[in-house]
């Protein structure tokens, strides 16, 4: 799996983001720690979800190439296909709820996709998604139960550690599980991180369950702010995160709006709820020994609509709450 | 004053954040231009201001140095100043008026600075200024009609040459009247950069007024949302402008909001409003031979208390109007 990864990479370059790597003196002087945020809110369509996407479609044959793929997200994996598709030449097919967001929508198609619309149940999607492979023979990108997808979000691992160099731990926030899969499988494989930590809200927190009681738990209709880790581990990330992750640090929703606000406000990033998670996991690591921590920021995709909204303008002059006047 | 700036930029060497240049493919597409976006928002304090503070507070004597320095800001200036005075272990004098905001009062003390709260008017500002330099021997630090202020500040366009190389054009927002100093200066002297823009909001043009009359023609009460933008040049600045600077882009309102909301929504960093004036004077740019241009994006600070507000809490589960649940 290490030289897929390292293929990847190759893949992925001069095409993905290279992404900088963020410090902070406040955090460091909080934490005792030396923390470096690996800020994949910078990468291509705004998460991390591009390099998996790329490299995956990248790799199937001229005949499912020609075909065209399909997926059913209403989120940043939706938009990592359609950009991937763009360039790649890939026609792609988005199945998405009717219930998803308009910006979501006008930004899949915005990359080019064609977005079908389902009833807003997991079953609904996966129906209309198998009977539109059946009738036009697409490939389905799988989110993250797809071993080119991990692959590919494995990469933003392997980019920090060329980055800042050898770590004590990296964090990364798991929902589906892809990008903590590769982010663990690349450390422990590469010899170059030594604890790997997943993250995540206690309100969605199927994956701290499964660790622990190492079998498979999935989670119902979870409610956790972080909309991106919502979905389940699946098989295939399950056996993987078993395998590398050393443990997983579950966050409170507070715990994630105060990592999110301090992003925002002290750093200057825009970081989405789910891409906080990890700093919130980092305030509660309690071990002596680990001083050098990498944080996969995994996105930045965040609908500001009402904040800016909020702007009014009054006789020529703008007025806003968060503003004086 | 080439020298004294390619000084500047070896005293700040080490000390002053080298802030990341950031680029957007999707800005680029639009105005046809190579466009470089130097990210002040991420240095120290979270603007270009340390650069100049610290600057003209390193090249104080030792006199000057123990007496403390003094300055009136309720803005950017006076973390630059309290921040520098920490760092240089002078002591720090702050004239704010009684109606600034608690949380600049709050990050001002936070850096070790000392505020003493005057009625807001600029007169009070000034004797109280003037009455505590008689008392105590303090030096004045003003935030921009200040030589190794100006100075400093030009570091940032010095930096962004060594990052991109030469450019057709830069803009830099323009208020008192530093930062643009500096960047046009060493622009023109350094002979790096064809084209020098001031970015102006309309509400407050009086640079434009003073460059277009040759003659300073201060405003009073602007009421623009770019706070940063409200002040008037200074003779100092005036002349350095006057000399080295090409054009003044004036711009509105809803131009400075709808540049903001790119650089927070697409870019997915924290612009503050006279940051963004800057963006808002490219896209207005008429000149088909520029292809390669420079912003100095100024700072990045902005209270986001509001917003975080409206994050609410039912039964466990985080809710706010920008956020599905």
Redesign the interface.
Known sequence: MLNKILEASGRLEGIANKT?V?TS?TLNAETGMEIYLKAE??Q?M?AFKFRGAFNAMAQLSPHQKKAGVITHSSGNHAQAVALAGKILGIKTVIVMPNNA?IVKKQATIGYGAEVIECEPTQKAREETCNALIEKYGYTLIHPYDNQQVIEGAATATSELISQVGKLDAVIAPVGGGGLLSGTSAYAKLSNTVKYVYGAEPE?ADDAYQSFKQKRLIPQTNP???A?GLRTSLSPLTFNIITKYVDDIITVT??E??QAM?FL??R?????E?SGAVPLAAARKLNQTEIKKVGLILSG?N???????HD?S?KQ???Y??????
């Open positions: 900088p963020m003196r809110n910078f291509r705004g967001p309100m409610k956790t702010i909309d929703e507070q994630i709006i606000r925002w406000e750093m200057k990033i825009i970081v709820p930045g965040v609908d500001l609509k009402s904040y800016f702007f303008t020529g002059v703008i806003h709450k968060d503003f004086l006047t």
